[in-house]
């Protein structure tokens, strides 16, 4: 589909019990005709949060996913496949970003329309406009003109990522551009952001969210107690919904679990929390597309991040055939 897949991070033990395979020794590279199944994209690009003036090395974000995933235990039935990356490429005063958005859209829209369940690993959180565009491109498509689909945009996060992207586009702004191209489409902008923090969003942002009619619950808010109130208040934005996004920033976790992002949270989600609203998408029966954004491998510690990521996908991916 791209360059050549490395199918090197796919490594790992191998156990002698029968019926013990792990993530490395069922993923495939993705071929023409390969069966339906996940397909894993990587979105090796961290532009977005240069322009951000955040910390690189997202870039390597999809890589060091691989790594973490593959040595997890394999308990799907539909196949996987690793779809290789989309590479972004900077020329002189260029650094790319839009042309691998655009490029990455390209791909999601091709997997879409074979049938699979694509998971983009990012890469910075400029990675959402790129996906969103590419379900759009596949929507369009399929529709070929007759009904307007309702995208649902679930965003776990402690951004709001509603920057005006009018001066300049990066990870700060994929929400607002994506609401930018609603209006232009005359579609309606359904936005949930979950595990915001209000110390890390001015109140612009707030009014921002506000006026976009966003559903919001800060990262303070989602507790134990609460999960279930809030876990209701999602379900009734899904049935609201023809199709999920499902898209994860890694900094919506505290610290102490996910120290490898360009702006660690102080408070952030618990990720048993995390997975429960996860599980919530996943079970919807309307989830067409997924990404992990702003794992920066050279700010991890113990491969924390990186874990913390695999373990996502593969409990986004756990019931899934």
């Known amino acids: 589909m ?11 033990r191998e156990d002698p019990e029968p019926d013990s395979p792990r993530w490395h020794q069922v993923v495939e590279p993705l071929t023409v005709g390969s069966p339906v199944g996940v397909a894993l994209l990587g979105f090796a690009c961290d532009a977005g949060v240069a322009r951000n003036q955040g910390r690189i090395g997202a870039a390597g974000g999809p890589r060091a996913i691989r790594k973490a995933l593959a040595n997890l235990a394999w308990h799907r039935r539909a196949p996987a496949h690793d779809a290789g990356d989309v590479v972004c490429h900077g020329h002189g ?8 958005q655009r490029r990455l859209a390209e791909c999601l829209a091709t997997l ?55 001066r300049l ?11 930018g191209e609603c209006e232009a489409r005359g579609w309606p902008f359904r936005y949930a952001c979950l595990g915001v923090s ?19 619950r800060e990262d303070h808010e989602i507790t134990s107690t609460s999960l279930g109130a809030i876990g209701d208040e999602l379900d009734a934005f899904i049935a609201g919904c023809d199709h999920l996004y499902l898209t994860i920033d890694l900094d919506v976790l505290p610290a102490g679990e996910a120290p490898g ?41 113990d491969g924390r991040t990186a874990k913390a990521a695999a373990r996502l996908i593969h409990q986004l991916t756990l019931d899934a055939s």
Do not use: Y
Not at 2 to 12: K, Q, R, V
Not at 148 to 166: K, M
């Open 2 to 12: 791209l360059d050549p897949i490395d199918m090197s991070p796919w490594a790992g």
């Open 93 to 100: 005063g260029d650094d790319g970003m839009e042309t691998a």
């Open 112 to 166: 879409l329309a074979a049938g699979h369940l694509p998971i983009v690993l990012g890469g910075g959180h400029e990675v959402a406009f790129g996906s969103w565009s590419g379900l759009a491109r596949h929507l369009e498509a399929r529709s070929s003109g007759n009904g307007v689909p309702t995208i649902g945009i679930v965003n776990l996060d402690a951004h709001f990522d509603l920057r005006d992207p009018s």
């Open 169 to 179: 586009c990066s990870s700060g702004t994929p929400f607002a551009q994506i609401a």
């Open 198 to 216: 209000r110390a890390a969003n001015t109140r612009a942002l707030f009014k921002r969210a506000a006026d976009l009619e966003v559903l919001v």
């Open 261 to 301: 992002v360009s702006a660690p949270a102080a408070h952030g989600v618990a990720l048993p929390l995390l997975e429960r609203l996860v599980e919530r998408v996943r079970d919807s029966g309307k989830l067409r597309l997924a990404d992990v954004a702003e794992l920066n491998p050279s700010l991890d510690i």
